[in-house]
């Protein structure tokens, strides 16, 4: 019989491969789980956690053995961050933004082979790509990937104001960049700018950035409700210099490779609600364990066996986690299948349902085990209070339900249109 490893309860039908990788996860865990309670009273990221998945080889997760990767792919992530959000969320998350620098080198080279960039352009995006895939894999470092601001438009959710200027030998960078895990914790940071001078998405580009760079410093300390210790501080950056090898600076590349991917604009998104559904398993393992473990003090009966009231919570929670898990492996199948099952505008316009229904979900397996277990399990740093605080951080993060329902409102209605232009009428 097979171990059964916590990342195939969300990622089902494993090959071997994928459970060798999940087996590397699993093996983290415990350390993850340790420190996962005091890491969220203090605030702040667990450093030797870097070192614990360093040497498990999981920072280079879905880089490519060429690169002295892993070779997985987007089944390994989701699975690999569910577990580790069964354990830690905070690590979970930071894990995440690490592994997402790897699509700004998988889909360059994808881009590369679909021939959407000319002769001249092929050598400097190859050279990016290999070195970003190089330092996550061969070299193991642990990459932030800052492309988040504040600022917003009525025509876009993120609007990149961070500015890069040519001068002689590089670029110099400024501007403030308001959300990304691992401030002052990562090996190095890789930053989304705009050239000078431009408005469109054709003038985004990519830089590493020196951690330790002069004009480098911490925007705020995270003090958030949940997801506490992740060092999302945020950047701001003074005339930051990034030598010319150090930058893919071609205009409308970073468009060409985003075309190849087949979820979201950013990619993986997908695992962000993986971390999630793990918070939401571990709040709902720790609720049934307590519950079931319940005896009347006269009787010595079960509370839950005779109890409508705890019956109807954990039937609730139980239906709860079931959905969010139906919508995050029907986007991992979609995002994942040969040949595409969808067109790409429907498969993001499904990973924004997904999100929402997911993370609603997950809220509401918490709330009901917060109302299940009684004042006994309401103290500030109990399993129940964790939870409920990590998982309303996906109650805003990224896209928010309500957004998730307007998505399905236009889906809905273009479809409706489609069949309508689609009847020949008499």
Not at 183 to 199: C, I, M, Q, S
Not at 337 to 348: C, F, H, I, M, N
Not at 390 to 401: C, I, R, T, W
Request: charged fraction near 20%.
């Amino acid at each position: 019989m097979q171990t059964q490893l916590t990342g195939a309860r969300l990622v089902e039908r494993m090959t071997e491969r994928e459970r060798a990788i999940a087996a590397r996860v699993e093996s983290v865990l415990p350390e993850l789980r340790a420190h996962a309670e005091a890491c969220d009273f203090s605030g702040e990221f667990h450093r030797p956690h870097l070192k614990t998945l360093r040497e498990a080889g999981l920072l280079g997760i879905i880089v490519p053995e060429s690169y002295g990767g892993l070779g997985g792919g987007l089944r390994d992530l989701t699975a690999a961050v569910y577990a580790m959000g069964t354990a830690c969320a905070s690590t979970a998350l930071a894990y995440f933004f690490h592994c997402s620098s790897a699509s700004r080198g998988l889909l360059p080279l994808e881009a590369l082979e679909a021939g959407l960039f000319d002769a001249g352009e092929a050598p400097i995006v190859r050279a990016f790509a290999d070195k970003l895939l190089r330092k996550m894999g061969s070299e193991g470092r642990w990459l932030a990937n800052f492309a988040s601001e504040s600022g917003k438009s009525s025509g876009s959710a993120i609007t990149i104001s961070t500015e890069a200027k040519p001068i002689d030998g590089g670029w110099l960078l400024n501007g403030v960049k308001s959300f990304g895990c691992s401030t002052g914790v990562a090996d190095e940071y890789l930053v989304t700018a705009k050239l000078a001078g431009t408005t469109t998405i054709d003038g985004l580009c990519l830089f590493f950035v020196g951690r330790d760079a002069p004009g480098v410093r911490e925007r705020a300390k995270w003090d958030a409700l949940g997801m506490r210790a992740t060092a999302t501080h945020g950047l701001i950056l003074e005339d930051v210099f990034v030598a010319a090898e150090d930058a893919l600076a071609i205009p409308g590349a970073f468009v060409k490779m985003m075309k190849m991917s087949r979820g979201s604009f950013v990619g993986n998104q997908l695992a962000v609600v993986a971390i999630y559904l793990g918070v939401a398993q571990r709040v709902y393992d720790y609720a049934m364990h307590h519950l079931t473990g319940l005896t009347f003090e006269d009787t010595g009966r079960s509370i839950v066996a005779e109890s409508a009231f705890h019956q109807q919570l954990i039937g609730q929670m139980t239906v709860d986690l079931e959905t969010a898990f139906l919508w995050a492996r029907r986007q991992l199948e979609l995002e994942t299948s040969e040949p595409p099952v969808l067109p790409k505008a429907r498969v993001v316009q499904q990973w924004r349902m997904c999100k929402a229904e997911a993370c609603e979900r997950s809220f509401a397996v918490a709330t009901a085990a917060l109302k299940a277990c009684g004042t006994s399990n309401t103290g500030n740093r109990g399993v129940i209070a964790r939870s409920l605080r990590d998982l309303s951080m996906g109650l805003v993060q990224a896209f928010p339900a309500e957004r998730g329902k307007i998505e399905a409102a236009k889906m809905a209605i273009e479809i409706g249109e489609q069949a309508q232009f689609g009847v020949k009428r008499q």
